[in-house]
């Protein structure tokens, strides 16, 4: 037990500056943040189906039973019509995104497993816009001119941003729910606490500067080293302490690796002159990205969620029953999420999960899946969770992210220094203290050797039709097919509700372990020429044929 002492000595420490959305005593809710499972369009009054005349239109096979008229909320941008119906009566609604199977489909087994750790989410993410501006055109300009420059549903005055994650939770769900339900609001959160400005516009301030913060401004008055944050007068210095102050954070609470930790996307050349909170803060950062932003969120949220488990008693400890009843007055109040919830459950959490996310920004109100339409996608990952696009041309997939194990030449040199073994296990892959994963949230006994949260961001700009749809998985899924069958099996679906079941029942009827398996499909511009690249869905049939013929044989079943 000799990893968990440093957490458990110093995890009711904090420093001046800490947010105080961690600090709020249990009691305390805060309200929820603009996350939300469904998103925002337009749709013919005059009809309660899809325009027929009109196929490519954003209500092209919209589930009209499952819409809700949209009432914008205060300080939302105006109702504007899209520009290929603007002589039509529309209304705008609000479309669950579970509900539109045409756009968006999502399937997931337990397999041979007792129970399902792997989880997802998708919805609508309220943050600036990061899309790369649309090229100037006369379609563009006559989107201008008609005032469609603003989306229906943004306080931002930005087009809607898509959100989509899996999580695949290793010794249990208590992480990968964790992340499941905050780890966009901890996303916006950090939109918001680092003013990121939209990509959208050019020497204007952020809608977001003029609205005030929902979060509770607290005071703990029990301890006079603390104050609540406040952003102040100068937006960049309170960046910089944000940064400097998450390091030192990980550097006192885990320690180990942490000590001589530098976020890639952190200003760490300016941070690391600051000694004390004492110092001042530097007077000229580079503005907020969105890659800092998810870097932050991701490293907040693991490190709020290790240092939550920390606070609890654990079932495995044999003098866990000397630890003193009145914990919060040794250890400190306990860290909230932006939610306000408490964190895990009444025991210590020693399990950990991965994440992949990818966040979908326009720059004109036409939505992603359009086939017109101009976006941009950021992948943030950790683990061996994987994100695919299939190339319409080609009919090839691009994967975003790549795996995060201790085998890999970057993560290896990275963990050798602090890892005391690496161990093989019987099928041959390397593993860090039996963990399979270098990088995860939670985790928290391998944490001080490395084993961190910190993410890989890959954005992709993404022209009309350019890609057909976006694919993210679970281990259990992209550890089985190879990305080509994965993207083969959903060109021959008619839609990625039925694209996702299928790649899911195929992965779960060839696999060896019968892990979990997670697979959510996402359409975009090029869905309806995804067969019209390469071989199609035939590149990989022989294969997936032979393969389900061998998972059926039982005379082949036992050598497996």
């Known amino acids: ?270 941070l690391s002159s600051i000694s004390s909170p004492e110092d001042e803060y530097p007077a000229a950062l580079s503005p907020a990205t969105v890659e800092l932003v998810l870097a932050y969120a991701f490293l907040r949220a693991d490190l709020d969620f290790i240092t939550a488990q920390a606070r609890k008693p654990d079932p495995d400890d044999p003098y866990v029953s000397d630890i003193p009843l009145n914990k919060d007055e040794i250890l400190g109040s306990p860290h909230l999420p932006p939610s306000g919830h408490c964190i895990g459950g009444p025991a210590r959490f020693k399990g950990g999960s991965t994440a992949s996310v990818a966040l979908i920004s326009t720059p004109t109100p036409a939505p992603f899946w359009h086939p017109a339409s101009h976006s941009t996608i950021i992948v943030s990952h950790v683990g061996d969770t994987r994100i695919l696009l299939c190339e319409t041309k080609t009919g090839l997939p691009r994967p975003l992210t790549s795996d995060h194990h201790p085998s890999s030449p970057t993560e290896s040199r990275r963990l050798r220094r602090f890892a005391e073994s690496f161990v093989t296990d019987s099928f041959g892959e390397e593993r860090i203290q039996g963990l399979a994963n270098s990088r995860a949230f939670g985790d928290m006994q391998s944490k001080r050797l490395g084993v961190s949260a910190e993410p890989d961001i890959t954005r992709v700009d993404m022209g009309p039709a350019e890609f057909s749809f976006l694919v993210l998985a679970s281990d259990g899924v992209s550890g089985t097919l190879s990305d080509q069958e994965i993207v083969d099996v959903i060109k021959e679906a008619r839609t990625p509700e039925e694209g996702a079941r299928q790649v899911v029942d195929y992965a779960t009827e060839i696999s060896n372990d019968g892990d979990n398996a997670t697979c959510l499909v996402v359409r975009l511009g090029g869905w309806e020429r995804r067969s019209e690249g390469g071989l199609g869905g035939l590149g990989t049939k022989e294969i997936r044929d032979a393969r389900r013929a061998e998972a059926l044989d039982p005379r082949r079943r036992g050598r497996r």
Do not use: W
């Open 1 to 270: 037990m000799s990893n968990l002492g440093p957490l458990r000595s110093v995890a009711g420490r904090r420093s001046i500056g800490v947010r105080s959305h961690t600090l709020l005593p249990l009691n305390t809710r805060v309200p929820r943040r603009a996350f939300n499972t469904y998103f925002v369009t337009h749709l013919p009054s005059s009809s309660l189906h899809p325009d027929s005349r009109s196929s490519s239109g954003p209500g092209h096979k919209l589930p009209r039973s499952a819409s809700t008229p949209h009432t914008p909320r205060p300080g939302s941008s105006p109702a504007v019509s899209p520009h290929n119906m603007p002589s039509r009566d529309l209304t705008v609604v609000r479309i669950p995104l579970r509900s539109a199977k045409h756009h968006y489909g999502v399937a997931n087994s337990r397999g041979q497993r007792g129970y399902n750790e792997d989880t997802y989410q998708a919805g609508t993410i309220s943050m600036p816009a990061f899309a790369k501006r649309a090229p100037i055109s006369l379609v563009r300009s006559s989107l201008v001119k008609q005032g469609e420059g603003t989306s229906a549903d943004s306080a931002f005055g930005d087009p809607q941003i898509f959100y989509f994650g899996v999580f695949d939770g290793h010794g249990g769900s208590e992480c990968s729910d964790f992340l499941r339900d905050e780890l966009h609001g901890y996303i916006e959160e950090a939109a918001t606490d680092f003013k990121l400005e939209s990509s959208l516009k050019k020497g204007e301030a952020p809608a977001s500067s003029s609205q005030e913060d929902p979060r509770p401004q607290v005071k703990d008055n029990g301890n006079e080293n603390s104050e609540s944050y406040t952003d102040g007068g100068n937006d960049v210095p309170s960046a910089a302490q944000l940064q400097y102050e998450l390091l030192q954070e990980y550097k006192r609470t885990v320690g180990g690796y942490f000590r001589r930790f530098n976020p890639e996307h952190f200003s760490v050349t300016q």
